[in-house]
Structures are given as C-alpha cells and as structure tokens.
Nanobody, 130 residues
Framework: QVQVVESGGGLVQAGGSLRLSCAAS????????MAWFRQAPGKEREGVSC????????YAVDSVKGRFTISRDNRKNTLYLQMNSLKPEDTAMYYC???????????????????????WGRGTQVTVSS
C-alpha cells in the first residue's frame, strides 16, 4: 500500500522559515518524479515546485523562486521543501505528489492540474501571520 505523508507545517511569522517533509512508502521512491502543490483558502490548487528522480529541480513557480528550495533524499524515501522568507500569501495547505512520468508530472505542476499525479499526500497546513 502506497503512503505519502507530509509533515512540518505550522504557524510562523512573516519572514520566518519552515521545512516540509514528505515521507513515501510502498513505492520505489527513486523511480518517481516528485512535486509540491498548495491550495489556499478559496483558491485553486497551485503547482509550487517539481524535482527529478535524481534531485534536479525542474520547476518552481515565480512567486517562490529565491525563497523555496525543493530537495529529496532517495536513501530516506523523503521529499523536502525548505521555505524561507515566508509571506502571508504563502498560507495554504501544502501537498506532496508523486508521478511515474516525469513529463506528465511536470505539466501538472506548471499548469496546476492533477493529471500526471499518481499519488497524493493528505497535506500539511502552513499559516504565515503578518
């Protein structure tokens, strides 16, 4: 049974940092391209960042460039999102996603759609206070 579980969310003041983790089990982790999405209250889900199987960042949405860094540790079957200089507009539920097809997941992240995502986590809440 595949499980994808996010952790590390919380309440932080503007300008602060958080590191999200996503632990995957039941799948061959290094065979999957991975990504982070987020959904703010009342808004559509947005693709945030995507990373290749061997750890190359494939995409980051403009609003997080220079502040967020995606990474992965294939030995630990874990995906990370280091978030620095957080802003109130970063407040959202953050979701981890796994895709077997790199091109399909990349398109999903860039277009903020779900086609190409094989597995979703349940999300971790990030709240940034002003």
């Amino acid at each position: 049974q595949v499980q994808v579980v996010e952790s590390g969310g919380g309440l932080v003041q503007a300008g602060g940092s958080l590191r999200l983790s996503c632990a995957a089990s039941g799948l061959t982790f290094d065979a999957y391209t991975m990504a982070w999405f987020r959904q703010a209250p009342g808004k559509e889900r947005e693709g945030v960042s995507c990373i290749s199987r061997n750890g190359v960042t494939l995409y980051a949405v403009d609003s997080v460039k220079g502040r967020f860094t995606i990474s992965r540790d294939n030995r630990k079957n874990t995906l990370y999102l280091q978030m620095n200089s957080l802003k109130p507009e970063d407040t959202a539920m953050y979701y981890c996603a796994a895709g077997a097809d790199v091109n399909a997941l990349y398109r999903a992240v860039v277009t903020s759609t779900s086609t190409g995502v094989n597995y979703w986590g349940r999300g971790t809440q990030v709240t940034v206070s002003s």
